[in-house]
C-alpha cells in the first residue's frame, strides 16, 4: 500500500516537472521560421523533452544505485522511478518530436534527436548508479 501511495504521489511531482520544464521551454526558446511549400513553417528542436528524458534516466539511476548501496526500500525505488522519473520522463513526446523534425525535412536533426537522447540518457542512468554505488 505504502509503494503505491509513493508512486502516485511521486507521479504527481514528476508530471508537474514535466509540465514546468514544457512550459519554460514553450515560453523561453526561440524558433526560427522557413518558407516551404506549405507556406511559412516552424521549425523547433525538443529541448524540453530531451532534458525530461536525461532527468529521468538519472532519477532511475540514482533509485537502482541507492536501492542496492544505500538499502533503499522497494516502496521508496519504485515511488522514484515508476513515480517521479515515469511521471517527468515522455517516449511519446520524444517519438512524436522526432517525426515532427522528419515532416519538416530536417533528417538529420532527427538521428540527432535519436542518437542524444540515447547517448545522454544512457549516460545519466549509469552516473545515477555510479554515484550512489
Given at each position: 500500500m505504502i509503494g503505491a501511495v509513493l508512486v502516485g504521489v511521486f507521479g504527481v511531482m514528476g508530471a508537474l516537472l514535466r509540465f514546468a520544464v514544457d512550459s519554460w521551454f514553450a515560453h523561453h526558446s526561440s524558433?526560427?521560421?522557413?518558407r516551404t511549400g506549405r507556406g511559412k513553417q516552424k521549425l523547433h528542436w525538443p529541448w524540453a523533452t530531451l532534458l525530461v528524458n536525461v532527468a529521468g534516466c538519472f532519477i532511475i539511476g540514482l533509485s537502482h544505485?541507492?536501492?542496492?548501496?544505500?538499502?533503499?526500500?522497494?516502496?521508496?525505488?519504485?515511488g522514484?522511478?515508476?513515480?517521479?522519473?515515469?511521471?517527468?520522463?515522455?517516449?511519446?513526446?520524444w517519438t512524436?518530436?522526432?517525426?515532427?523534425?522528419?515532416a519538416e525535412s530536417r533528417v538529420g536533426?532527427?538521428?540527432?534527436?535519436?542518437a542524444v537522447n540515447l547517448v545522454l540518457g544512457f549516460a545519466a542512468a549509469a552516473a545515477g548508479i555510479a554515484l550512489t554505488a
Open positions: 524558433t526560427r521560421s522557413i544505485g541507492a536501492a542496492a548501496g544505500l538499502e533503499l526500500g522497494p516502496d521508496w525505488q519504485a522514484l522511478s515508476a513515480g517521479l522519473a515515469g511521471g517527468l520522463t515522455t517516449f511519446s513526446s512524436t518530436a522526432t517525426v515532427r523534425l522528419i536533426a532527427a538521428a540527432l534527436n535519436i
